[in-house]
């Protein structure tokens, strides 16, 4: 007996974990919101570039996002002259080894922009996705602090571009050298702390999501999350913890009165500083006498300076000690953009958005190409869950696109398909989206179930008689659904010939304009109603 012959295995379509399938709809919302974004940008004096999805895992170097996975984070493989490349994390890394590697043809201070998917090799969870799209604004080559405010201005002015009104957003800010100076203060001096330093800042940055309760667990023995996940803290001791605790609440930023004195910014008019310098300490260390904690509030005490002369501060940008962002190569001043409303979760409750996007200086990165100092600094907007936050706010995707004009085929000969062709590219150019159908034309019926589905507004119509009279009838579909509602009787249905008109093929694209401009003022019309 012969072997039946086994079926072949079907093949099962699966996405894989951390990654999404993107509809019209989510397209063009991020195209809309870019396209704003791109728009300040420019006017700030920005110009694009693009770099590769791929990069030279070396040139990533150490700074990378999850630490705790197998590989670093990332997605990786070895290329064919066994070098290791990995898909990028971040769209800074990119723009360092672009500088570096071009750095005599370029001009400094080198102002661009891009837009693009970043890739992240961590465990999904909900909201929490391996590719997302992030749009990144740098300045290389700017050393002063009047850089790092330009940006937390453009973070603001981008907000407020996308339709996000003032005290519904905040951008936060802080500085890396303020941070080092406490890190040194609870104890975490030397190369043999530099991953509990990190292991602090990653707890400090986790405060918006998992608040102070959450943020000691982190800085003590560790967290376990809602899936029973355990993620390792730093390991402080308790009086430690209570210092850094200390220093996240915001009321502890103050500015002196003009009476007052900062040691270290004697020429300063009102200077900055957590609680008072002087007095101020940690475990017993005055970290105000720390030549980085210093020159950290000295740049702070300039930024806030410059964003209240341009009127940005107060309501738009805000000092805050909470503010920390988590990547290692951060060197100076950071900022992040905070909305505040409060939306609803996936469980029904009702919590604060959060942070949208940030960044800060990182002297550093381009530098380990050149072997000389590279002054940089920028930041990055989470395409994606800023989406997300503009939905909620109904700022985006407000604006429906209209459905393409269908024009139905009713001979399938080459001349009458070649007419109907016609047809549609007459409307194509005049700017009428427009197609027409291409599935089995015999079964009409089908058709109109197409252009429903579709949501198409009109359909256009041409049989033998209408070709040899030189005619089309043209078909309001929306206006037909509207007095489908009013009219019962088959018989008077076809009696009325609803919302249908029969014009001249010369007549076409005018007669489809003016029902098209029709149906835009009912929708119109409908909205202010609805306001």
């Known amino acids: 007996m012969s072997e039946k012959t086994k079926k072949p295995q079907k093949l099962r379509a699966r996405l894989p974990r951390g990654f999404v399938d993107r ?27 693009e770099t590769p999805l791929f990069e030279y895992t070396d040139a990533l170097g150490k700074f990378l996002p999850d630490a705790d996975r197998p590989n670093e984070g990332v997605f990786s493989l070895m290329d064919d002259d066994e070098q290791w490349m990995s898909l990028r994390y971040d769209l800074t890394a990119p723009l360092a080894r672009h500088v ?55 973070m603001a002015d981008t907000m407020e571009a996308l339709g996000i009104k003032r005290g519904d957003y905040v951008i936060r800010v802080n500085n890396r050298k303020v941070l080092d100076g406490l890190l040194d203060a609870i104890g975490l001096v030397g190369d043999d702390s530099m991953n509990r330093r990190l292991m602090v800042l990653r707890a400090m940055d986790k405060l918006d999501k998992f608040g102070t309760d959450g943020v000691r667990l982190l800085l003590g023995k560790g967290r376990k ?47 900055l500083l957590w609680k008072q310098p002087d007095t101020l300490t940690f475990n017993e260390v005055r970290i105000s006498k720390s030549a980085a904690y210093m020159d950290g509030l000295r740049e702070l005490n300039q930024i806030r300076e410059l964003v209240e002369a341009a ?50 200086r990182y002297d550093g990165l381009v530098s380990r190409f050149m072997g000389q100092p590279v002054p940089a600094t920028g930041f990055s907007i989470g395409v994606s869950r800023l989406m997300t936050a503009l939905k909620n706010l109904g700022k985006l995707g407000a604006d429906e696109v209209l459905a393409p004009v269908l024009v139905t085929v009713m001979d399938g000969d080459v001349e009458s398909v070649g ?51 030189g005619v089309v009838q043209i078909k309001d579909l929306i206006e037909g ?20 008109e029969v014009v001249s093929e010369a007549e076409l694209v005018a007669k489809v304009r003016e029902i098209l401009e029709a149906q835009a003022e009912d929708r119109r019309r409908a909205k202010q109603a609805d306001v």
Request: hydrophobic share 35%; proline share 4%; charged share 30%.
């Open 419 to 469: 007419r109907y062709q016609r047809f549609t590219q007459a409307l194509r150019n005049e700017g009428i989206r427009a197609e027409m159908y291409q599935g089995n034309w015999k079964k009409f019926g089908n058709q109109l179930k197409y252009a429903d589905r579709r949501g198409s507004p009109i359909a256009i119509i041409q049989g033998g008689d209408e070709r040899a009279q």
């Open 100 to 154: 570096a590697e071009n750095f005599n043809e370029i001009q400094l201070p080198y102002r661009t922009y891009r837009a693009g998917y970043v890739f992240r090799n961590e465990k999904p969870g909900p909201g929490r996705f391996r590719q997302f799209m992030q749009f990144d604004a740098d300045s290389v080559g700017a050393p002063g602090v009047q850089s790092d405010a330009e940006m937390c201005m453009m």
């Open 225 to 271: 999350d809602e899936s029973g996940d355990f993620t390792k803290g730093a390991e402080l001791g308790a009086a430690a913890i209570d210092v850094v605790i200390e220093f996240l609440d915001p009321s502890s930023v103050t500015v002196n009165r003009p009476d007052q004195t900062l040691p270290g910014l004697e020429n300063a008019k009102g200077g």
């Open 311 to 360: 009127g940005y501060m107060g309501d738009r940008i805000k000092i805050d000690p909470s503010c920390v962002r988590g990547l290692e190569y951060y060197t100076g001043p950071v900022y992040e953009a905070e909305l505040t409303f409060d939306v609803t979760n996936e469980k029904g409750e009702k919590v604060v958005f959060g942070s949208v996007g940030g960044g800060g």
């Open 481 to 500: 659904k509207r007095l489908s509602g009013e009219i019962t009787d088959n018989a008077e249905w076809r009696e009325a010939r609803v919302a249908q």
């Open 23 to 49: 509809e019209a709809a989510d397209i063009r919302a991020v195209n809309e919101m870019t396209a704003k974004i791109r728009e300040v940008y420019e006017r700030y004096g920005f110009d694009p570039v």
